[in-house]
C-alpha cells in the first residue's frame, strides 16, 4: 500500500517539466541553438560577485566545525538581524531579529506556513494566474484550495471576485508580487485595498484573514514599486527566498517573517517552528546563512534581464501579440493568438518554440514566456514568432 496522492505528484511530470524534457531531446537532434526553451524558470544571470566573495570569506574565517554543524532552528540570530536591518533600512519599518525564521527557499517556507494555519475545513484562496505548485503545498497542508479568478487583461486582483468567494472558513489569502506567471506587480492601491478588504472581512468573521505573501522576485522590478506588503496590512505572513534574487535556487535559502503586530504572532511563530519541525526542518544550510548574513543587502543586477524583457516586449506587442505590462519578474503571460493555449503551445513546439500553456496557472487562454535565457536566443527566436502570429492573421 502506498499514499496515491504522494504517487500521482511524484509520478505526473508538471506540463513545464514535460516541456523542458522535451526541449533536452530536441536539442540533442538539432543542436542546442536551435531549441527556443522558454519554459523554466531558473535564473540566467550569474550571482553577484559579492556573494562568491562571501563564500570565500565565509571559508576561511569560520571555524569549519561551526560552519558546517546545525544551527538553530529558526537560523543564526547574525543572519536574521542582517535581513532585519536591511529591511528597516530600505522600508523605513522596526522588523526585529525574531521575527524571522530561516528557510530552505520559498516552496518549503509556504508549506510550513500552510501547515501553521490549518484548521479542519480551512480554505486558502489565491488568485490566479499563480504558481501552480500551491494547489499541492495547500492540499498537503489540509487546506480546501481556491482559486479567484484572473483579473483581465491588467492581472492586479479582482476584488470584487475575491470579496465574493471569502467565507467564514477562510483562513488565508496567498498572493505573489511580482507574479510568476504575468510578471505584473501589485500596485500599492491593489495591495491597500486588498488590506482594508481583509480588515473588514476579518472583522465581520471574528478571525483573522492572514494574507501570504510569496516574494521569490521581489528584488526583480523595473522601475516601478514593489511595496513591503506588511505595511499595508497587519495580519501578514511573507515568504521569501535567494533563489531569484541572488541566483541561488539550488542552494535552498530564504526566511519567513511574521510581524510582530500580527495577530496571535507569537503562537503563530511558533506554529510555522513546529510545521517545519513536523515536515522534518532542522536548520537552513549553514554555510547559506552564513553568506546571507554578508550579503543581505546585495541586489542583483537587472540589466541583462531588462533587455531581454523590452527585447521580447516590445518585439512581441509590434507583431500583434497581447500581453500585461510586465514589471518584475522573468515573465511574459500572453494572450494565446487563436484562444486555445495548448493548441497554441503544440503548434508553436513544432516550430522548437517551448511555451507554456497558462491552464496550469489558472489562466486558460494564456501562454508563458519565461525570458531568463540569452539575448541572443530571443533575437533568432523572433521570427519564429512572427511565423506563428502570422498562422492566425487573416
Ligand atoms: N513561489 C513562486 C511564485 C515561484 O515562482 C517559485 C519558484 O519558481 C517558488 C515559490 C519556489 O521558490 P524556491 O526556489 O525559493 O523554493
Redesign the pocket.
Known sequence: MLNETAYALGANRSCIRDLFEYGCERAKLLGRENVFDYSL?NPSIPSPPQVTQAIRDVLNDTDPLLLHGYTSAVGDYETRKAISDDLNRRYGVSTRPEEFFLG???????TAVMKALAVEGGELLTVAP??P??KPFAENAGLVFRVVPPDVPSFQVDLGRLEAMLTPHTQVVLI?TP??PSGVVYTRETLMALGDLLTRKSREFGHPIYLLS?E??RELSYGVEVPFVPSIYRDTIL?Y????SLSL?GE?I?YVYVPQAAADSQRLYAAVAGAARAMGHVCAPSLWQKVIARCAHVRPDLESCDRNRRALYEGLTAMGYEMAKPDG?FYLFIKAPGGDAKAFSEKAKKKDLLLVPGDGFGCPGYFRICYCVSYDMIQRSLPRFRELIGEYQP
Open positions: 524558470g530552505c527557499g520559498a516552496a518549503p517556507e509556504l499563480y504558481f505548485e500551491y505573489n507574479n510568476n510569496d521569490p522576485y515568504c527566498s535567494y533563489s531569484k535556487p535552498r530564504g519578474a
